[in-house]
């Protein structure tokens, strides 16, 4: 077996700068790994070498129904994700959650917000009434075919589904809102991992009619294999009109 080990000067702060052709050493952080800059400042490097995969409804126009829901309630997700990577296979991925789109079609008209909150578990929470779709992941990488080890339902029926009970070992790790009420074409977004998208402004009465999107934010999201996900969406008093929507997600696994 060939052992490599690299050498590299250990730099917290910003190394001194070398002139253009001169050698120079790599640099390495306090902890040794490798400090690297990227040249392409967006995710197309995960899109290039087929780790980044997008899960939409099937056909766009085509709305997904909800069920009236007003309150929170672990057994009835809106959205469950599931990573069906073997925990003994060596070549397991964990799958990296990026983002959550809803696009409203149909308003909950009755509401006065838009809650959510994300749930993870160590074990396969079986659907013991499915009234979900499965979404097909795709990459968007159009020159590879890779499969995805995720398995996606998002909730479309009237009737809600209904999901096993948690283990011991569940957790929430996100809690927030998407503010006011929804309107249609709205764009319920949740950026997992960055903190750094605007508030929500209040409505006014052009706001209150004209579609826009409305972002909140959860931390970042890691599934290891045998791992499952599941998003709540709830809106209080809602009591008449359900939501209907489309659906966009994104997420990298490696």
């Known amino acids: 077996m060939l052992e490599l080990k690299l050498k590299g000067t250990t730099s917290r702060a910003l190394p001194q700068a070398s002139p253009d052709t001169a050698e120079n050493d790599i640099t390495i952080s306090r902890y040794g ?7 392409i400042p967006t995710k197309h490097m995960l899109a290039d070498e087929g780790s980044y995969f997008i899960g939409t409804n099937s056909t766009p126009g085509t709305a997904l129904a909800y069920a009236l829901t007003t309150g929170f309630s672990d057994t009835t997700p809106f959205i469950y994700m599931y990573n069906q990577s073997r925990p003994a296979d060596q070549a397991s991925k964990r799958i990296h959650l990026d ?12 509401s006065t917000q838009a809650y959510f909150a994300i749930k993870l578990d160590t074990a396969l929470r079986s659907l013991t009434t499915d009234n ?12 590879i075919g890779v499969a995805s080890q995720a398995l996606l339902k998002a909730q479309n029926s009237a009737t809600a589904s209904v999901i096993a009970a948690a283990s011991n070992t569940a957790r929430v790790v996100a809690r927030g809102c998407f503010g006011g009420l929804p309107v249609v074409g709205d764009e319920l977004v949740i950026t997992s991992g960055s903190p750094d998208i605007g508030s929500y402004s209040g409505l006014t009465a052009a706001q209150a009619t004209c579609p826009g999107r409305k972002c909140s934010n959860c ?31 994104g997420w990298w696994e490696r």
Do not use: C, R
């Open 99 to 110: 983002y959550i789109k809803i696009i409203v079609t149909t308003a909950p008209a009755s």
């Open 33 to 39: 790994d490798l400090k690297v800059t990227s040249m």
């Open 132 to 143: 979900t779709t499965t979404l097909t992941a795709v990459s968007p990488n159009m020159d």
């Open 219 to 249: 931390p970042p999201i890691v599934l290891g294999p045998g791992n499952s996900m599941e998003v709540h969406l709830w809106f209080p008093a809602n009591a008449t009109t359900a939501l209907s929507y489309e659906l966009e997600m």
